[in-house]
């Protein structure tokens, strides 16, 4: 290596970026609004660290010799002792205590370190053998913050830190949780500044899902090599749902046609790549089908509750889903949380594997027109659902919970694309350093302003010239700059310029310098100053 | 390696910790009043990433094998091309990319950040050589998050991850930035909470400490061994200074006497651990003791700018130190930020040797009185300065740049030592679960109470029993309980429990039950219920 020849560039790590005031006002927006919301419920906010061991968020297990991809993770500069399942300290044959430089990772999301923490306030009462499914305590929190992932492809538009916003409930059945979390949903949104209308909340059971995949009969599925000549593999069980699942839940990129290919005999995608298909029997597909195009456009929860009853399935599972969300349809009706801001949708999928209930995502029903002039929308905002095994790696017991996250980066980007960023605060008003002996006066006023509550900033640059010192502030979305040389401070006055208005189209019409002036510019008597600010904000 | 006997413990790294809703109540209105401050003086949000290639944070240098200690940091695991000096890819001899795995580390502070963002904004006209001390652009951002130590020896109330919330001004030399300085860390002060009088904003200057030196005339001092036998290093120049300077820092926790020893034969510490001391002739030691003691309670900014004058010395630098104080003075003065606001301290240091004017620290004056029944302070919990080393490292030139930091962690703990915890919010109203088939009343309660601006939390817990629902209520700190049993629901009544009331200790004292619950219980009208709350919140 040859390093009198390196570099310090000055740059960011792929993936990572800088938040500029316009991106931070709406991601601080954003984290207000809803952490009112989730606070109103009952919420309180409990921070983990943004740095964890990686066996304690699942990233790296005594079983294996290599941690999960994904993830940023190294060795702790600190060497500590390895320790045992009740906790204490393993040692070698000759009683030594075995130490290691542990696996840390960066958090990668904010429902793993929930775990950690959940489980390590219960862990005297673990090793005391004094914990249940059924006694575990009730804890509710909401937590935001940066999480990171090491995605090795990066999708445009997609970060590698990026910010989450959770709610989450462990330790309850009740299904009455969840239809707060739709509430909670519905609320944030709104709070956000969403519309009533321009978002919705999408409400399934992975009981219902999974109850359909069961009434279908498949029990086993041979996945055989392209040409049929071997079996590659045998998916049973939860496996196989899984392998269905996930071909569902592309619907809304590979549409209905999609997916029936890739439960029958594959497809070729757009990229020219061959997908292998299930190879499911035609009367399965069919069935699916037949489910999937049922719930399109149904207008109402009490009509989707209706034909999942028609449906005929009467397995356990089955059953037990549409009995919960008829209990959550029950509360939201109550309560008027009606069908424009909750509804049922009994294809949506959710990806994780870990849902086991009810599941939610929020998706915004706005479209905005992309660079190529297309009509897009978003996608999903925000999900969450049911899950049961979030402690299971700790404590050994399964712990049922129910959460959901807003994804603040994207929400933000919606608003930018959707351009919802009219109430942004200007910059401050902007004082121009005219000459180095009114610097005391220029403090005074920019005191008064500030006193009256008007952000002001004085300029104190090196580049001195008028020019310069007007494209600072422009660029600070500054609205308003005071001129005050030595005439103006003599005669008592000061030259306020309207740079937003000077900004405005309709002001570029404009050609004789002098009625443009008048319109931008204005003589303020210097102690009617504050007071004329004071105004120009109404 | 045994791993089947290893354990997945859930525990948090050491040195980093769960923020409960307390703290986190503290730490958010610290951020929140003091950025709302921030802004008032037209700083901006940026931010910046957690993690950053280490050589932009000054960790990792092209001329040396090893990281710096101190820091958190890891290889990326992606292979990227070397970069020169000029941006572009380093080639090997048969002109091939060099790849590397770039060393990362997560950010230690927001300066280093800072830097690199400033300087990737101004590379293109780096590159032109564009780029000149006099026509960098003037920048100015606020910026608060989490930053991280690798601290091999952890004081006790010392963490590894840690917030700061920066203000920095880039590319001016005028000190008026610097009194603008003074007065946002005052105002930052009072908008958290802190009375006028219950803190202080500390002023000097490197140049007043540097010239004083300068005109001891001590230019060169050898170092000898213990005994006398060897010189074994010379202190010249910066070094000589910043050795006498680290030591005069220690005043705050060695007092004078011990800085005087430390500055002469060297002491034995309270461990019994012996300081070898610089050995400076009595004469220069003595006029250090008269300096340091000249300035001990001296009541007005005035009064010390006169006895500086008095001093006699007369090189440029001393002089230019007490005219930038003079000029800081003025503008303060002109407002009337007054000597209970901000104060001149010609023996302050400020341990960082990157300091080259003047320099901020705000301390709390206030006591508290720790386990053992002795009154302690804080100590320092902001600190800033002047400093013009910051871009060099990137674009080879140097940048004057102002700016201070609120340690957010150490301000929390002292409100919270202080006892100055007043303004905590309550938990939420508790909504007993007492019969499930009452749920969607329950709901429908919570929904008014939300509606009307009253957090309210219905429990889902599984462990039904009254008193559990209460105890958790209680770690809540929720303020009241509803309860509502079939026969209340029937009679439209409600049973609201006054929790605050009830863990109050002159409650404590009625022994007779019915009285006790004459007071903390009340029987409400289902109807006036909401009502009852907004009553109570006043």
Same mark, same amino acid.
């Given at each position: 290596m040859k390093n009198n020849e390196r570099g310090i560039v000055p740059r960011k790590i792929k993936g990572f970026r800088d938040i500029n005031p316009e991106l931070n006002q709406l991601r601080w927006k954003i984290i207000t609004k809803a952490s009112q919301v989730y606070k109103k419920y009952g919420y309180q906010q409990w921070d983990s660290p943004t740095l964890e061991y990686a066996d304690n968020l699942?990233? #790296? %297990?005594?079983?294996?010799?290599t941690i999960d991809q994904g993830v940023y993770s190294f060795r702790n500069p600190e060497l500590e002792p390895v320790l045992k399942k009740n906790g204490k300290e393993l040692r070698d044959s000759s009683n030594k205590v075995v130490m290691e430089n542990h696996h840390l990772a960066m958090r990668y999301d904010l429902t793993a370190p929930l775990a950690r923490m959940y489980s390590e306030s219960l862990w005297t009462r673990f090793l005391q053998k004094n914990l249940t499914e059924t006694n575990i305590p009730l804890f509710r929190r909401f937590q935001f913050g940066q999480v990171f992932r090491y995605e090795t492809k990066l999708d445009p538009g997609r970060f590698r830190e990026f910010w989450q916003l959770d709610f989450d409930t462990i330790g309850t059945t009740d299904v009455a949780a969840d239809a707060e979390t739709c509430m909670i949903l519905s609320d944030a949104m709104e709070a956000i500044?969403?519309?009533?209308?321009?978002y919705i909340v999408n409400v399934n059971n992975r009981k219902i899902l999974k109850g359909f995949l069961e009434s279908l009969g498949v029990n086993e599925l041979k996945i055989a090599s392209d040409n049929g000549s071997e079996i590659t593999s045998i998916l049973q069980g939860e496996e196989l749902e899984q392998a269905i699942l996930r071909i569902i839940d592309k619907a809304d990129k590979i549409e209905i046609r999609g997916v029936l290919q890739e439960l029958g005999k594959g497809r070729t995608d757009t990229s020219g790549a061959k997908i292998i298909g299930l190879k499911l029997d035609k009367s399965i597909i069919s069935e699916i089908e037949n489910y999937l195009s049922a719930?399109?456009?149904?207008?109402?929860r009490e009509k989707v509750l209706q034909k999942l009853g028609n449906l005929g399935i009467d397995n356990q599972t089955f059953k037990e889903g549409l009995e919960e969300l008829k209990k959550i349809d029950a509360i939201l009706s109550k309560i008027r949380y009606k069908d424009d801001r909750v509804t049922f949708t009994?294809?949506?999928?959710?990806? %994780?594997? #870990? #849902?086991t209930g009810p599941i939610f995502e929020v998706n915004s029903l706005q479209t905005y027109t992309d660079r190529k002039g297309n009509k897009r929308q978003v996608g999903a905002i925000c999900g969450g659902g049911r899950y049961d095994g979030l402690i299971e790696n700790f404590l050994g017991i399964k712990a049922s919970a129910t959460g959901a996250s807003i994804g603040i980066d994207r929400l933000a980007e919606l608003l930018q694309l959707t351009q919802q960023t009219d109430d942004l605060e200007d910059g401050p008003v902007f004082i121009v350093l005219f000459d180095e002996h009114l610097m005391p006066e220029y403090q005074q006023i920019a005191h008064e302003l500030r006193e009256a509550g008007i952000d002001t900033e004085i300029y104190y640059g090196l580049q001195k010239g008028l020019k310069k010192q007007l494209a600072y502030a422009d660029k600070k979305n500054c609205p308003f700059a005071i001129l005050i040389g030595e005439d103006e401070a003599k005669a008592g006055i000061a030259t306020v310029k309207n740079l937003k208005l000077g900004k405005d189209k309709t002001m570029?019409?404009?050609?004789?310098k002098n009625e443009w002036r008048a319109k931008v510019q204005a003589q303020i008597k210097r102690e009617n100053l504050v007071q004329y600010f004071l105004d120009a904000q109404k």
């Open positions: 699942g990233k #790296y %297990m005594p079983d294996k010799d500044g969403l519309k009533r209308g321009s719930f399109e456009n149904i207008p109402t009994p294809t949506l999928v959710r990806g %994780m594997a #870990y #849902y570029q019409k404009i050609k004789d």
